[in-house]
């Protein structure tokens, strides 16, 4: 007989999950807000919203809600995944979760307007990654970028190509624009869900498993599913690189041609197929060509933004405290070269951890290693925002370890918190201490706190997997 006690677990995960998405899904009902940047062009055309105009406290309120429920509603499914509901009502619920949010205004940050501007550069053929937003600030759809106007495109030839889909579609609408790339991200989403529930269908416990943490994961649609961030489109490409067994490198170079950072994932199907040179040749060499391809395309100066992009720092990041410690040593600079070095070697050090730790567990194979390069990455780079972290439970769906899980969400809660909102237009005054606080020193002390624990619990399941096998002997 089932106890009151059994259930009240995977009960409390579903309403406390369940709760997070509604926050979310209500952020952008309400319409413009602190957290939601205003559309314009004709009320009739999506996405909709019910143009309240709530008060930045309120939304920003709701935002921490759905972080903080999101998290402990995820943490709590996880750890009750035997008894959680059938990973095909997880499933439906993510999938239409994230179409109903298709049909609203994106909220957390303003990077969509940046699409929609840099796809309208395309069609009015102008180079988005040498023009920026504010040479041409009359435009009706490059005039609503926000704080990014003096920032050229930093994102690959296929994101751009799909922002300039959007804005062929869209047109001189903004509105229209946004709500084509919604749909595009929506399907992505639900693309990567689809082939994580097939990918997992051996298995009911993993599949749910692999519900949770991508397609009813509060916290990845909170982020990629509201947010409409183009990791989406990057995911999507990586994960069914990962699991189909034909076309791996025109995959893997799309998702790279979304974005550069996700060609980590290669390291996971070139390791799996190091033993098999024909075989490795053929998905490099297709990898690659479709990489040269989509850039030779864009032109050459698509890559100059990337080597710019790889130079950056972001507040929320222990880097900034190692940067602000050199300041006070050695005075004035940005040391942005000796930080992206020690990065490289931190990178390294977490990735040789992470892989031995995972060894521990059983073979590695491509989802598995590609894991640990793209967890070694987040918690290394000296620039990175919260919704960088899908691509990293994109992977844990694929290769489950517990361990792993639970770091990440810490993380991506804690970060999540320090991009309340990332939007910086429209925040209420007496809530700067979200940014000169919150963000600025509190979330990079936790994350280095963070990564410290991660070392070490890799460190310390590598050694003791290496003694197993002595004291059995």
């Keep these: 007989m089932i106890t009151p ?8 995960g579903v309403v406390v999950g369940g709760g997070s998405i509604v926050a979310t899904i209500l952020i952008g009902l309400l319409g413009p807000s602190a957290m939601v940047p205003p559309l314009r062009g004709p009320s009739w055309q999506p996405p909709y919203s019910l143009g309240v105009a709530p ?19 995820l943490a709590i499914g996880l750890r009750h995944a035997c008894r959680m509901p059938p990973a095909r009502w997880l499933l439906l619920a993510g999938c239409l979760a994230a179409v109903v949010l298709a049909f609203l205004p994106p909220s957390g940050s303003a990077d969509h307007l940046n699409y929609a501007a840099y796809g309208r550069m395309v069609m009015l053929g102008h180079n988005p990654y040498v023009t920026v937003p504010a040479d041409l ?19 690959g030839p296929v994101a751009t190509a799909v922002q300039a889909l959007a804005s062929f579609v869209g047109g001189d609408s903004l509105r229209l624009t946004i709500f084509v790339m919604a749909i595009v991200n929506a399907a992505a989403f639900i693309a990567t869900a689809l082939v994580l529930h097939r990918f997992t269908r051996h298995d009911p416990v993993r599949q749910r498993r692999a519900a949770l943490l991508w397609t009813a994961n509060p916290l990845i649609i909170y982020h990629l599913a509201a947010g409409m961030h183009l990791d989406t489109l990057a995911i999507a490409f990586m994960v069914a690189a990962l699991v189909v067994a034909r076309g791996k490198g025109i995959l893997l170079g799309l998702g790279i041609a979304v974005k550069v950072t996700a060609g980590l994932v290669a390291l996971g199907p070139a390791w799996e197929l190091r033993r098999s040179p024909r075989r490795l040749a053929v998905v490099a060499g297709s990898a690659l060509l479709t990489v040269v391809v989509a850039y030779l395309l864009a032109g050459p100066d698509s890559l100059d933004q990337v080597r710019s992009a790889s130079q950056s720092l972001s507040l929320a990041t222990p880097w900034k405290l190692v940067q602000h410690a050199a300041q006070a040593l050695f005075g004035p600079g940005a040391y942005r070269v000796w930080i992206q070095l020690g ?57 489950a370890c517990p361990a792993l899980e639970a770091f990440m969400i810490v993380r991506l809660a804690v970060l999540s918190l320090g991009y309340l909102p990332a939007r910086q237009a429209d925040q209420p005054p007496d809530l700067g201490w979200l940014v000169s606080v919150v963000r600025s020193q509190v979330v990079p002390w936790c994350l280095l706190a963070l990564t410290v624990l991660l ?15 002595t004291r059995s002997a």
């Design 55 to 73: 008060d930045g406290h309120l939304v920003i309120a709701l935002a921490a809600a759905a972080i903080v429920l999101g998290a402990i509603g």
């Design 5 to 12: 006690k059994v259930v009240a677990g995977p009960r409390v």
């Design 455 to 469: 070392g070490w619990w890799a460190w310390k399941t590598s050694k003791a997997a290496g003694r197993a096998p």
């Design 343 to 399: 990065s490289y070697a931190l990178l390294a050090a977490l990735a040789v951890m992470v892989l031995r730790a995972l060894r521990a567990d059983g073979p590695l194979d491509a989802p598995r290693v590609a894991l640990a390069f793209a967890v070694a990455w987040l918690f290394a780079t000296p620039y990175v925002l919260p919704w960088y972290d899908g691509l990293a439970f994109a992977l844990l769906a694929l290769a």
């Design 137 to 155: 600030p009359g435009d009706p759809v490059i005039g609503a970028v926000e704080e990014w106007g003096t920032v050229p495109s930093v994102y």
